[in-house]
Antibody, heavy 122, light 110 residues
């Protein structure tokens, strides 16, 4: 059974940094593209970032480009999202999701974690 | 303002069929496949339809998707109370080189 578990969320001040991790089990992480999606409280889904199966190709939403970095762990068993220069509007639940295919350029996300809350506030 | 446009709400009675629309443009729906997600409040989203009209394993046949040009639709037939949820369409956007979601449609089963 595919399982994704996010960690690393919490309260951070504006301008601060946070690193989210996503532990995967039940499949080989490096065989699929992986994605991060967020949802502000009471709002809709927002795609944030994707990484190809190899890790060589990444993509970011304009709202986070230059501030967030997606990466795969060296051991191929985890996904990370490094978030810098955090803003109040980054407050949201952050989900990691498994891509249906190898390609990063797809919006078919067939398994999701339960999400982790990031609160940016002074 | 979402790149993909969905009606904010829809409603129907049990047993009826409800259709949710999703409108986009040439760089997203017009060029790539459409996916639909179901999100029950308090839970993570779940992939309902991929590749315009394909149901992942375990998704009931009551759910069906279609696409024409730059628009797509999700139809739910034989509506059940447990179908009450938020539904999102999503596609890759070649111009943005990123994923885009619709704003979501809250489905109420009366």
């Amino acid at each position: 059974e595919v399982q994704l578990v996010e960690s690393g969320g919490g309260l951070v001040q504006p301008g601060g940094s946070l690193r989210l991790s996503c532990a995967a089990s039940g499949f080989t992480l490096n065989d699929y593209a992986m994605h991060w999606v967020r949802q502000a409280p009471g709002q809709g889904l927002e795609w944030l970032s994707s990484i190809s199966w190899s890790g060589r190709t990444t993509a970011y939403a304009p709202s986070v480009k230059g501030r967030f970095t997606i990466s795969r762990g060296n051991a191929g068993d985890a996904l990370s999202l490094q978030m810098n220069s955090l803003r109040v509007e980054d407050t949201a639940f952050y989900y990691c999701a498994k891509g249906y295919s190898l390609s990063y350029s797809s919006a078919s996300l067939d398994s999701w974690g339960q999400g982790v809350l990031v609160t940016v506030s002074s | 303002q979402s790149v993909l446009t969905q009606p904010p709400s829809a409603s129907a009675t049990p047993g009826q069929t409800v259709t949710i629309s999703c409108s986009g443009g040439r760089s997203n729906i017009g060029s790539n496949t459409v996916n639909w997600y179901q999100q029950v409040p308090g839970s993570a989203p779940k992939l309902l339809i991929l590749g315009n009209d394909q149901r992942p394993s375990g998704v009931p046949g009551r759910f069906s998707g279609s696409k024409s040009g730059t628009s797509a639709s999700l139809a739910i037939s034989g509506l059940q109370s447990e179908d009450e949820a938020d539904y999102y369409c999503a596609a890759w956007d070649d111009s943005l080189d990123g994923g885009v979601f619709g704003g979501g449609t809250k489905l109420t089963v009366l």
